[in-house]
């Protein structure tokens, strides 16, 4: 396993002192939390209320709530979610890099969701652990699953025609 500080400081050029992250799909701020720690300002966003406010718990409870910005909405909102940061604090005005781990299998609606991922115009970390097909209990949709399975040779031709590269650690 490769913390992904490490991966995310590349691709900011060195370091993440006052780097915009994006922390799609949040949980409860484990990434989030790291990344302030290493001088990230971060947006961290999830769907799940108990998880944005476990997130805005725990910052406030590091004392980093001054660098971590919690927002409730899928990622699919994301855009929207930004431009409207952008007006109230001008610090977001650019995505330097989207930490993005563990999300991508919990899209009820895959190809909009990465679309909106990939439009912020970021390096985007994510993992590509998929199940097999033939797992059908990867797939239900009652454990937050992507109800539409998607092969993982798929998702990898879909990134790669996306603009993506792989990155082996």
Known sequence: LVYPA????????????????????????FFALNLA???????ALD???????????FAAMG???DRITV?????????GVLARLR????????????????????FDALVPALEALTG???PILLELHACPP??????????????????LPWLIDWLYAAGFDTVAE
């Open 47 to 57: 769907i799940a209320v108990t998880m944005v406010l476990r997130t805005a718990t």
């Open 134 to 151: 033939e797992d059908e209990a990867a797939f239900d949709p009652a454990r937050h699953r992507n109800p539409e399975p998607v092969s």
């Open 87 to 106: 007006l109230a604090d001008p610090r977001f005005d650019r995505v330097h890099a989207v930490c993005a781990l563990g999300l991508i299998y919990h």
């Open 71 to 79: 927002q409730l909405g899928p990622a699919q909102e994301l855009p």
């Open 6 to 29: 490490a991966l995310l400081e590349r691709a900011c050029g060195g370091s993440l002192q006052d780097r915009v992250i994006v922390d799609a799909g949040c949980a409860d701020g």
């Open 37 to 43: 720690r290493a001088g990230a300002r971060v947006l």
């Open 63 to 65: 004392d980093l709530q």
């Open 120 to 122: 912020l115009g970021a």
